[in-house]
């Protein structure tokens, strides 16, 4: 049975560097893994995916997730959660972040940035966590591991926790951002508690 | 060893394993990548090269294959057509030690965007073998077996693959390199030299190449059958092959083809005899369809399924199943466009901003990350049509509108790797023809919309080496350009200034040269010392003094915000201490922290 797991958000937020954690975690878990990105642009600001997809038996077929396949969508920008809502199951989860940030229509003044996208999205899928990313990741001092932060959502509601993500995170990471980076795992963890 | 590789990466690889000794490419999305790969490989055992553009590419990589060494050439799906007079003449000629073609083609345009162009017509057209990968390992697989095809019917032999395939991740079984042995330089003129006495010979042993490959494409393990149901029989191949499983799993037998040009007919007439019903599920262009029913075979294709776009499992589920893809229920009107940006501290903004405050002016623009600029704020691009057709498509507007005494005047902008890419005999056309175009080449010291490619302007190969630089500016005035002027595109005022000066030659041509290196790039020590205050500051929004004009938004900076409760800009943490916005706003309240 294959999984399907979308990531999604603006350029500059670290969306593909999550997905290419976690596709390394369920690599070496011994998963089938495909894992697609649409980038060129992902530095310029623009928005952002990564499709991963995984099977414990039988083969992954296509890299890419259709509409309402998605068991977890996980977004970095909230208004970008509603570009990609379609993709998710019925009985599928959203995790979105609620950092904003304008794009250049809304900066220039020629729209305003959407109002009441949570409760939008409360009312289209069965399952909506809401993240404070840039406050949780202020909690251990660095704004850049919000990814790392989602990762560790991800890893608790799909129930990868077999894999040794600490050890993915020590051989994937810059040295000086290894305890950061497993501080922020452990924190993302503990959100899907509640 | 089992990796976690992405097509690209899968095809360097390929190549690597296959003993090429030779490697060149232009860089292009989404094919850019596979050369990245390369040149990180031992230099001992192959040389992987930036050519300044794809038909140099292509050219040198023959000549590698010329003097016996397995050689290899990438390209983005648009690379064909700047290289297409020699492509044209390749198969004609043959090679020697095995050559491998790969072009990434992008149903999508998911990124690039300048045509859709299914490469596969072109590759029949042209009379070359290829190849078409589902996947990474596939990727691997098929551009060593393209080496032995290539030396088995001496011919370049091509891989086509698709942005899925470039940029998805999917498991390779990793092996060793395998030397080739070195083949012997035999001087034949009459191979090489499709001169008239030549040229119908060589198209006779071209043809006779093309039609030799029939038994193999029988033979190859790369077409072959997968049978399940039999109700409906799938015709497909490369990431199709995937997405048609994906929405018909068993209940579809399935033809995949990975070797496409030339078709096993047989093969596919005997499919499609033990089927009820015959679907080819292919991206693009109908290549393998018009062949089957040409053989005679009945089966259904695009009178189903689109011919543009990608034929993802949604597409296939709607077109084919009658399932349409389910909707959320939201608010659509709350998904706002987020188009791609220049970064903060691009050294594009400052030139764009003062650009966009002229009136009566034609941008002709070209391919690279300014083409942003054609979008808000700016709106400074009026064409863009191909790499390095800014200069003459804004030297045949200039000259038109002076015949018709219009007073519109031209700047046509491009950058360092553009202008080196096929700029430069547009700038001799305008120095020859005598125009009065105002042209800006936009030297960022790299080729940056790619991920950062080193060019022949930046003093370093693809391998890490020292470089000779090209002297951009003296080649401008060796071509005969009399106004050069190099500015830093950070200081409006030197912009608009230089934009003042190149108007008032009303009967000449100016070229100006905005030297800055692009923010994301990997600052050599010559940069250092060139720019040793490149990006040290952040700026700030002394609130007390914002009057929430919104002046400094119009820079279209992803550092600033507006606080709307308050009426304030604000500037984020990314900001790269460009100055624009603090040039730009009236109330002086943009200072340094």
Known sequence: MTKSILLVGVGG?????????????????????????????????????????????????????????????VSFEEMETLRWTDYVKPDGAIVVSTERIDSMPVMTGRLDYPDNVLAELQNAVKTLIVIDGPAEAAKIGNSKVTNVILLGAIIRHMKLENTDWHKIIRENVKPAFIDLNLQALELGKTLMKG | MKRLLTGNEAIARGAWEAGTSFAAAYPGTPSTEILETLSTYDKSNIIAEWAPNEKVSLESALGASMAGLRSFVSMKCVGVNACADPFMCMSYTGCNAGMVIVVADEPGQQSSGQTAQDNRTFFKFARYPFFEPSDSQEAKDMVKEAYKVSEMADTPVVVRITTRVCHSKTIVELEDRQEAEPREYVKNP????????????????????????????????FNREEMHDTKIGIICSGVSYYYAKEVFGENASYLKLGFVHPLPIEKMKSFAARVDKVYVIEETDPIIEDAARLAGIACHGKDLLPNRGELLPDILREKLLGIPAPAANIDRGKVLPRPPMLCSGCPHRGLFYALSKFKDIMISSDIGCYTLTTGEPYHTGDAGICMGSSISVGHGFQKAMNKKNGSTRVVSVLGDSTFLHSGIASLIDVAYNNSNTVNIILDNRITAMTGHQENPGTGFTAQGDAAVEVDIAAMCKAIGIRHVEVIDPNDLSAVTNALKAAFDRKDESSVIITRWPCVLKKFSDQDKREFPNMFKDKYKVKSETCVGCRACLNVGCPAIAFNRAEKKALIGNSCMGCTVCAQVCPKKAIVKE
């Open chain 2, 190 to 221: 009459a191979k090489y030299v499709p001169v008239p006495a030549h040229s119908p010979m060589l198209l006779e042993k071209c043809m006779g190449k093309i039609d030799g490959l029939a038994e193999y494409s029988m033979a190859t393990q």
């Open chain 1, 13 to 73: 937020q670290g969306t593909i560097t999550a997905s290419k954690l976690l596709t390394i975690g369920l690599l070496e878990s011994g998963y089938d893994v495909k894992m697609n990105e649409i980038h060129g642009m992902s530095q310029r600001g623009g928005s952002v995916s990564a499709d991963v997809r995984y099977s414990e038996a039988g083969k992954v077929a296509a890299p890419v997730i259709s509409r309402g396949e998605a068991d977890i969508l």
